[in-house]
């Protein structure tokens, strides 16, 4: 499938290609390329760049008061998809459906928000409970997106065809046209977005019949070697967010921190990264840096113990924990993909070292421990912590709970820090690495940035036309 092709580079006509990579994904994250359609087309208050910074969406502005707990947003003149005006009162009740949906994944970091409620035609308002910095940043996110059912969405582009792929458009925005400037979108302005799996999207790319690749993970990345791309055209995001293996069973062996904790200081976290991608590099902490936390990350009681040393007590633990000479057996799920396989190659030599017996399954079949892999949509201990407990201890889920309902950001902050030492002493979660994103991306997507988010909306790929 990924024969070699020659490293020609696509021309600069017509419309831009995209292949946004489908298939296994986190139960909790929808498909990217309805990701990537929703935040082209529909578009909430705000949006991310190509930076993955906070830019204009529907709102054209807005001002923070009452101490962080009132955010007034003025909207633009702006359509609908089928012309009608936008008014503050369907933006509004959009917003709160959107935030009672039961599958919007950002329902539980967004339980601050008390009312959005329409003060004029053009302006909102979003009163929260309790102070919450980074509320763009989930505003911002396509699950945030707003559309009205028969009106569609009010996107900066428009879907002008939908056979054998979605073709996109950019919109007309009578605010912002320039009246003395009649000029048409020229096809290259254009997106054809296709969704497929990460082999046929690389192979198209290496076939130059494509422009971008977006949304590669670890999975995959061994594809990579296969065929003949530009390494200039292979680019990594900066992202951030959780990779590593939640203990989803805690019966058996698992049932006791200690055991957990043997299972995560065996694992030779080094080998594991540099086995899929040389420049790949662990980590052994849940929070990748302070962020709203009182405390700097807390690191695990075996941190500072070369591995030969942590494999001696974890073996220790698994002889005492083996009863009636039955060996200890773990199931570890993943998703597919060579990068997987590798993966789980060095996980179970390190569960093989101590004496575990490990077993692979599906990413959404039974299982003991469950690989998460999935980037932070904003910049909160809050969210690490929370979604790496799956489940924790009580003491850490009222933690939790706590630095949710806390009056202030600073006792917030304390009851975030006290979370995470409790969840890591817990070792509900073992920290392998940040998330692995890549992309492909041709020379005439002048446009395209690596970002935190790794998030590449389809109206920022190519220049502004002059």
Known sequence: ???????????????????????????????????????????????????????????????????????????????????????????????????????????????????????????????????????????????????????????????????????????????????????????????????????????????????????????????????????????????????????????????????????????DRAAATATVAPAWEPVDRLLPDRLDSAAPPAAPAYAALPLEERRAIARARVAEAETGGEPVRLRVALPRGPGATLLFGQIAASLIAIGIEPERVGWDEPADLRLIDEVAPYDSGRWYLATACRPCSPEAQAALAAARDAPTMAVRAQEIARADRLLTDDMAFIPIARPLRWSLVAPRLGQWQPNTRAWHPLNRLRREPN
Request: overall charge positive; some cysteine; aromatic content about 4%.
């Open 1 to 267: 499938m990924l024969a070699a092709a020659g490293c020609e580079r696509r021309p600069d006509t017509g419309a831009v290609v995209v292949s946004a990579i489908e298939g296994e994904r986190p139960p909790t994250s929808a498909p990217l390329p309805s990701r990537l359609l929703a935040d082209a087309t529909e578009q909430g208050l705000v949006r991310f760049d190509a930076a993955g910074q906070i830019e204009p969406g529907l709102a054209e502005r807005w001002i923070v008061i009452d101490e962080g707990r009132s955010y007034i947003f003025r909207l633009r003149q702006a359509q609908w998809a089928n012309g009608a005006k936008v008014t503050a009162d369907q933006v509004a009740a959009a917003l709160r459906r959107r935030l009672g949906a039961r599958g919007n994944p950002l329902r539980p970091f967004l339980s601050a928000v008390d009312e959005i409620v329409a003060m004029t035609p053009q302006v909102l308002e979003v009163r929260l409970s309790r102070q919450r910095p980074d509320l763009l940043k989930l505003f911002a996110q396509p699950e945030m997106a707003v559309f009205r059912t028969g009106r569609g969405g009010t996107g900066p582009m428009r879907i002008v065809a939908t056979m054998p792929h979605p073709l996109l458009r950019p919109a007309l925005d009578p605010a912002r046209a320039d009246p003395e400037d009649p000029r048409e979108p020229q096809p290259e302005e254009d997106v054809r977005l296709i969704g497929e799996r990460a082999a046929v999207a690389i192979a198209r790319y290496a076939e130059r019949r494509s422009d971008l690749v977006s949304g590669g993970t670890f999975a995959a990345w061994p594809l990579l070697a296969t065929v003949r791309v530009p390494p200039a055209d292979v680019r990594v995001d900066p992202a951030v967010g959780l990779f590593g293996l939640a203990v989803v069973s805690r019966a058996g062996f698992l049932a006791d921190a200690a055991n957990r904790a043997a299972v995560s200081q065996a694992i």
